[in-house]
């Protein structure tokens, strides 16, 4: 009884690790939406109140009373306007708000529950499943699969359909050789891409450079790199002079390093350095939380046989047993080739073990007794797996120490 409910006891902790990105995303676009507001209400203040002093200087020196009654207005209508940004923000940070209590309650659920064996647990677990079936889709640019899939499941608060639409969106926008909306996205982010060091906007105006060369635009491209790309001679000293070098080559030219920066591959590069780049401001793992899932359990049940040149009936014709392991299903087999074994601390081995002269060892009782169903010729055995026959006095008896 101990061994049971010690089996089945539910480590939440454990589930957890799995759902760490679940709470991180609405805390980062938190901090985005508060880094917005500080910014709009600092750049308002700053105008409003230059404009302030000026007016009411200008009114204390007896100047004309409608510029001033204009320059009220003027400051008026900023407000206004700031007001208005300040109730969508306001509006945004509502839903974040609402999201984050939504997931904190549903990871909470786990801990209120104490076995595996419960019902509880596999209601919970179904609402992850479909949390990573949503992940995955919109990963793969999937989105109104993944919406329709959400709504139906009832889980929109549990998953981040906007931010992946949007980042789909925007690799798309990159691999039909279009720069304007990822840079737009890069001055949006600007104050968090500077604490990474990263070189996403950089390689988008490098990008842009290579087209004006391309269509043979050379004061355009010159004064394109002057504006944008010479900025940034500490950090990307050699580019740079690769590009300069770019002026003298034309697009057809074999010679490399000039080459492989007219190629069109490019593009498709700029579009995953866009994706690794938001995943990593945003604190999202690179890989789907599906693969994740799928490797851990994959590996849990993987064994040195389910990948053998004499596997089961599933991936052998000449197998004459058929193997219930998943790993070794046709479905899941090259899936889990690439992952590692399971550590495995015990063994289990079938009564009076012998071994053939392959190698492969089994219990001596059912080799017997399928022999003697496929009515082999007396003092003759036939691997199950591998479909050898071997004469009985060639197999020896197995000592486990």
């Known amino acids: 009884m101990a061994a049971e409910l010690t089996t089945t006891k539910l480590n939440a902790e ?43 200087n200008a009114s204390l020196a007896g ?54 064996a419960d019902v509880k647990y596999d209601e919970w677990s179904r609402i992850r499943l479909n949390r990573l079936l949503v992940d995955y889709l919109l990963r793969c640019g999937y989105g109104e699969s993944a919406k329709a899939l959400a709504k139906e499941k009832g889980i929109e608060e549990l998953v981040d359909l906007d931010v992946f639409v949007q980042c789909h969106r925007i690799e798309e926008s990159l691999k039909k050789r279009d720069t304007q909306e990822c840079l737009a996205w890069c001055a949006e982010h600007k104050p968090l891409m500077r604490k990474t060091s990263n070189n996403l906007e950089f390689q988008l105006r490098l990008q842009q450079y290579i087209e004006l060369r391309r269509r043979g635009q050379l004061l355009e491209a010159r004064q394109h790199a002057l504006k944008y790309i010479a900025l940034h001679t500490d950090t990307h000293f050699t580019d740079i002079h690769r ?108 009564n009076d073990p012998i071994v053939l002269p392959n190698g492969r060892i089994y219990g001596r009782d059912r080799l017997m007794q399928m022999s003697a169903k496929l009515g082999l010729e007396d003092g003759h055995i036939k691997d199950p797996t591998t479909g050898e026959i071997f004469e009985e006095s060639k197999i020896r008896k197995v000592y486990i120490s």
């Not at 995943?279 to 046989?305: C, D, N, V, Y």
């Open 243 to 350: 590009a300069a070098g770019l002026l003298a080559y034309p697009p057809e030219t074999q010679a490399e390093p000039y080459k492989a920066m007219y190629s069109q591959t490019r593009w498709n590069d700029l579009a995953a350095l866009f994706v690794k780049t938001h995943h990593e401001l945003f604190s999202l793992p690179p890989r789907p939380l599906l693969h994740i899932a799928l490797s851990a359990g994959l590996s849990a049940l993987k064994t040195p046989s389910c990948h053998s040149a004499y596997a089961s009936s599933s991936s052998n014709a000449s197998s004459s047993t058929t193997s219930v392991c998943p790993i070794c299903s046709t479905e899941l087999n090259e899936l889990a080739r690439n992952l590692p074994y399971a550590h495995h601390t015990k063994s289990y081995v079938e």
């Open 14 to 56: 454990s589930h957890l690790l799995l759902d760490q990105p679940l709470l991180r995303l609405p805390y980062e676009l938190s901090r985005k939406n508060f880094k917005t507001v500080q910014k709009n209400f600092e750049r308002e203040r700053e105008v409003v109140l230059s404009s302030l002093k000026s007016t009411a």
């Open 63 to 116: 100047k004309d009373h409608s510029q001033t009654l204009i320059s009220l207005d003027s400051m008026i209508n900023r407000m206004q306007g700031l007001k208005r940004k300040m109730e969508v923000l306001h509006g945004e940070e509502n839903i974040l708000h609402q999201h984050s209590r939504r997931r904190i309650e549903h990871l909470q659920d786990l801990y209120r529950i104490s076995s595996l």
